[in-house]
């Protein structure tokens, strides 16, 4: 087994039933308007084209055309997705401690273009830089969600590999203290978001968005990977399955900012064991 193929395609079939959010429907008026489509829209379609250059996987319009994308930006309506977050640990302990500030900023940002890189290899939209990490996400549409927990996986596993091979190596040589505690979080959370632009840049908005990040923040160690009751439950239904193909999922409570101790919030750690 390829040390990054960490599901076999029978366990990524599946997992989810696609869960239907209806949308409340428009008064209908006297007056009728065109139905605007890609090619009569206002916005030009190479505009549309620039929007999504430096978020989209190469082949994005084989699973949202340009028609759709339109509708989305124009409507704010709510689409199915996965959204990862991704938290450098202690960071700012980083940059203080950083020889050299442009030697710091240089590896976060080969660190965050070459996570770019592989997400958008691997279907997912990578959303933007947040100073100590990035959001990134795959737009699941009315497919099964399921068929994208591989490539999911597959990219959790490789970020986290690659940061602990080579990105604390280049924080190191760049420290005059290195603090305990340095790594990457990945928190995990999916439903209905909306794509909009905010000055200009595409991005998206929803509680997904809100529930990757609460994850992120709920981690007790760096290198740990939680996903929320979402996406976490029907995972942890095929947990067995999971564990044959070397990954581990259990479920817990833990504080959050929203629900703090002593209740706290279920919450599922995943753990790829090819990394340990």
């Known amino acids: 087994m390829s040390r990054h193929k960490l ?3 029978e366990i990524s079939k599946a997992l989810f039933n696609v869960r239907s959010y209806p949308m409340p429907k428009k ?16 916005i ?8 999504v250059k430096e978020h989209a996987p190469e082949n ?10 339109y509708s989305l930006l124009e409507s704010g309506k709510e689409i199915e997705m996965i959204v990862l977050a991704c938290d450098i640990r202690r960071s700012t302990f980083l940059m203080k401690e950083a020889v050299n500030f442009k030697g710091f900023a240089e590896t976060i940002g080969q660190f965050v ?16 830089f947040t100073g100590d990490g990035f959001l990134a996400y795959w737009i699941i549409d009315e497919r099964d969600m ?42 995990i959370d999916g439903g209905p978001a909306s794509i909009v632009t905010i000055a200009g840049a595409l991005t998206i908005v929803g509680s997904p968005v809100v529930g990757a990040v609460r994850m992120v923040s709920a981690v007790h160690k760096p ?36 629900y703090p101790s002593p209740s706290g919030q279920e919450v599922y750690p995943i753990r790829f064991l090819l990394l340990e």
């Open 146 to 187: 399921g068929s994208y927990i591989s490539e999911l996986f597959n990219t959790c596993h490789k970020i986290i590999d690659g940061f602990r091979k080579n990105g604390v190596k280049f924080f190191r040589k760049n420290s005059k203290n290195f603090p305990e505690g340095i790594g990457v979080s990945l928190g």
């Open 27 to 42: 008064k209908s008026g006297k007056v009728t308007k065109k139905r605007q489509t890609a090619d009569n829209i206002k």
């Open 44 to 51: 030009p379609v190479n505009k549309i084209e620039y929007l």
């Open 113 to 128: 273009g070459e996570a770019s890189v592989l997400l958008r290899g691997s279907r997912g939209w990578f959303d933007k």
């Open 223 to 258: 290198y740990e990977t939680l996903a929320n009751v979402y996406i976490g439950e029907a995972l942890y239904e095929k947990r067995e399955e999971l564990l044959e193909n070397n990954v581990e999922i259990t479920k817990e409570f833990r504080p959050t900012k929203e």
């Open 7 to 9: 599901v076999a395609n």
């Open 60 to 69: 994005w319009k084989t699973e949202l055309s340009l028609d759709k994308l």
